[in-house]
């Protein structure tokens, strides 16, 4: 089978499972974006994807973002895919990655924050952007805790460049779909306790989490974003 067929094929496995899971939870499979995550591949497989249709992508490093971003070209109206970060952007990359993504997933701190919007401001985009949370609490990983959250609202809500969207967690470890249940619902909580007290420009309506393991199990939790990699690439090496 050429690459093309198997990426074509492996996508349709997925939406249809991402639409099964929809179906589980009472939505609409259109109520889940998702983002395929190409760290993996290179331009052909790129290619590949988006010829089957597929128009949101992500990256993790800001580095393979630019590089695939314009190779592929910049996102405009006329089917070029949208670019979503979902990994750790470092300060000083942060000027080179807002024309690129429209999305960035992976904020982490209010210093980054910060500079995303001196950055917005300056060259007049209006990056969308979701809040990572750390909830194994392994200070290895990157994120907001939790109970940092409520507190820094009235802070958010001074934003003016920056459209926060919603909040983006990794689910503590693959393996366990159960551990990895709990974990989403957990956070679908806390996301849902925050709405109700965010003010009004600070939007939590995204929910930016599930991965090729646990993605079924993170729509029926509540996701509206999923971020597949490994399985839209099987049989393509
Ligand atoms: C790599 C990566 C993914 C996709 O992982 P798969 O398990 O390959 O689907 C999702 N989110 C982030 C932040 C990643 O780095």
Not at 167 to 194: H, I, K, P, S
Not at 216 to 237: H, K, N, P, Y
Request: glycine content about 8%; charged content about 25%.
């Amino acid at each position: 089978m050429s690459v093309l067929d198997a990426i074509s094929r492996n996508l349709t496995a997925v939406r249809q499972r991402i639409s099964d899971a929809a179906a589980r939870s009472g939505r609409q499979a259109s109520q889940v974006r998702l983002i395929a995550v190409t760290k993996y591949v290179g331009l052909p497989e790129i290619k590949a994807l988006v010829a089957a249709g597929c128009r949101e992508l992500g990256e993790s490093r800001p580095q393979e973002l630019w590089e695939k971003a314009a190779a592929l070209g910049t996102p405009d109206s006329s089917g070029t895919p949208t670019w979503h970060l979902v990994g750790h952007l470092q300060r000083n990359k942060v000027r080179r990655t807002l024309p690129l993504a429209a999305w960035v997933h992976s904020v982490d701190s209010v210093r980054l924050l910060d500079e995303i919007e001196t950055q917005a401001a300056s060259l007049g985009c209006r990056p969308r952007v979701l809040l990572e949370v750390n909830v194994s609490g392994d200070s290895t990983k990157h994120g907001f805790a939790a109970a940092q959250l409520e507190p820094l609202l009235p802070r958010f809500a001074e934003l003016r460049s920056v459209a926060i969207r919603g909040l983006m967690c990794m689910a503590a470890r693959e393996g366990d779909l159960d551990v990895a249940r709990r974990n989403f619902a957990d956070f679908r909580g806390l996301r849902d306790r925050l709405r109700r007290v965010a003010p009004e420009n600070v939007s939590l309506d995204e929910l930016s989490m599930g991965m090729s393991g646990d993605f079924e199990v993170a729509i029926e939790e509540g996701a509206t974003m999923v971020r597949v990699g490994s399985a839209l690439f099987e049989g393509t090496d």
